[in-house]
């Protein structure tokens, strides 16, 4: 579903934070690792259309996404991806609802249908009864939950989960986990963690050190 081919990503510094990486990426679950620094997310934001890279292409499905311009990258991150952050990045003004519903509204949703998608993926969730909290007044394991429902709500066909347990207890974490390997069984989930044992979790892990892929 993903192809990769010679991507190198360098930045004004001339720090190489990726170093002609080649990889097809057609597991559900994908777990990327390595230590700080390494070029794990650098490599998640470039395919999630965050970053651009120096050389090389990023092909998801028939898009070669390398080629977009700022506009048509918006669109595929709109229509294609869902982010999960290790600090959830909600806005604690808002309600749980109002959060998951921020997607639809950039993507042009009216407004019954958007809250209506928003409380199923709250219900997939198992947290609808917190729709009409604010984000301020919830843990961070449902924070978390919160997101995660953001990142599915419209349906995208890949999850990109950016060391998403980082900021949870251990239980936490599992539940977390738990999640994101039940997404995974009808659209691909690719998560950097340097927690090796939320690797267990993966149908494939890809190990990064210094920009290169090591496997």
């Not at 749980?96 to 249908?113: A, F, H």
């Amino acid at each position: 579903m993903i192809s990769i081919k010679n991507l190198t990503k360098i930045y004004d510094d001339k720090t190489k934070a990726l170093d002609n990486i080649n990889l097809d990426l057609d597991n559900n679950f994908i777990s990327i690792v390595g230590q700080s620094g390494s070029g794990k997310s650098t490599l998640l934001n470039i395919i999630g259309g965050i970053d651009t890279p120096t050389e090389g292409e990023v092909i998801v499905e028939d898009l070669n996404i390398s080629n977009l311009s700022s506009d048509e990258l918006a669109d595929y991150r709109n229509k294609y991806i869902g982010f999960i952050f290790q600090s959830f990045y909600l806005d604690n003004s808002y309600t749980v609802l109002e959060n998951v519903i921020t997607p639809l509204i950039i993507g042009r949703v009216d407004r019954k249908k958007r809250i209506e998608m928003a409380e199923v993926a709250l219900e997939k969730l198992g947290i609808l009864d917190l729709k009409d909290k604010l984000s301020s007044d919830i843990s961070g394991g449902e924070a978390q939950r919160v997101a995660i429902a953001r990142a599915i709500v419209n349906n995208p066909k890949i999850i990109l989960a950016d060391e998403p347990t980082g900021n949870l207890d251990s239980k936490n974490g599992e539940i977390v986990m738990d999640l994101l390997k039940e997404i995974s069984k009808d659209r691909m989930v690719i998560m950097v963690t340097h927690n090796n044992e939320y690797t267990k979790y993966s149908d494939k892990v890809i190990t990064i050190s210094d920009g290169k892929v090591i496997w």
